[in-house]
């Protein structure tokens, strides 16, 4: 045991148990989302594509998720989150099991793709001192030889929309949050691959993809960690 380990003894986000933050136990109730689904109609489709019958202007070709937003995952993200245990989100990654995963092969298949992880509003991502999408994207990036962009900026900042519960009001916080990065120099040839933690509604991943294809980018993607 090190030192660290010592002083700071890891404790299962889950049950408490000592020695990780998810234990061996706790792992298998992590939920891979094997059947992906048409975002918008919720009906199969492979690898999450939108059903050409549900596709609009400003939507995404495709959204797939690696796994099921249930109690413990709950957990994770907001320990990440807001109390700032990226360790904790750097564990999950380590436990991921590749063959659930092998769907991400899909995106390999596309020509000039990157990632574009959710913006935080500045002011916010430096009281976090982190982004957990930049964290998530890391990972992918395991699996996806992709570079990370920085095409979009958070223009405002928004409540976090887990503390609201009226769908309507998600819309107006989140409506209008992003703009194309005046401070970057952007390739509307490029497929983005947009990167998230959490879709719940969708509203925020949904919002960057129309501020993308408003500004002339015809090919986004959603890639999330996990879905509600």
Do not use: W
């Amino acid at each position: 045991m090190s030192l660290k380990d010592f002083l700071f003894p890891k404790i299962c986000v889950g049950c408490s148990y000592l020695g990780a933050y998810i234990c061996p136990k706790c792992q298998k109730k992590l939920v891979y989302v094997e059947k992906e689904v048409c975002f918008f109609c919720k009906k199969p489709s492979p690898f999450g594509l939108t059903h050409y019958s549900c596709q609009k202007k400003f939507f995404p070709q495709g959204i797939m998720t690696i796994f099921y937003y249930n109690d413990l995952l709950k957990k994770i993200i907001k320990l990440t989150k807001y109390q700032f245990a990226t360790e904790v989100l750097k564990e999950l990654f380590a436990i991921v099991d590749p063959k659930k995963i092998e769907k991400l092969s899909f995106f390999t298949n596309l020509k000039n793709a990157v990632f574009q992880p959710i913006p935080l509003y500045p002011a916010k991502e430096r009281k976090r001192g982190f982004n957990q999408a930049r964290l998530i994207t890391s990972f992918f990036q395991k699996f996806l030889p992709f570079q990370e962009v920085d095409y979009l900026q958070r223009k405002k900042e928004t409540k976090p929309q887990a503390e609201i519960r009226d769908r309507k009001k998600r819309y107006l916080n989140i409506r209008g949050a992003f703009l194309l990065n005046p401070k970057t120099k952007v390739d509307k040839e490029k497929t983005i691959i947009v990167v998230d933690d959490v879709l719940t509604t969708g509203l925020t991943a949904l919002e960057a993809v129309k501020t993308l294809k408003k500004e002339g980018f015809e090919k986004v993607f959603v890639l999330a960690l996990a879905k509600a």
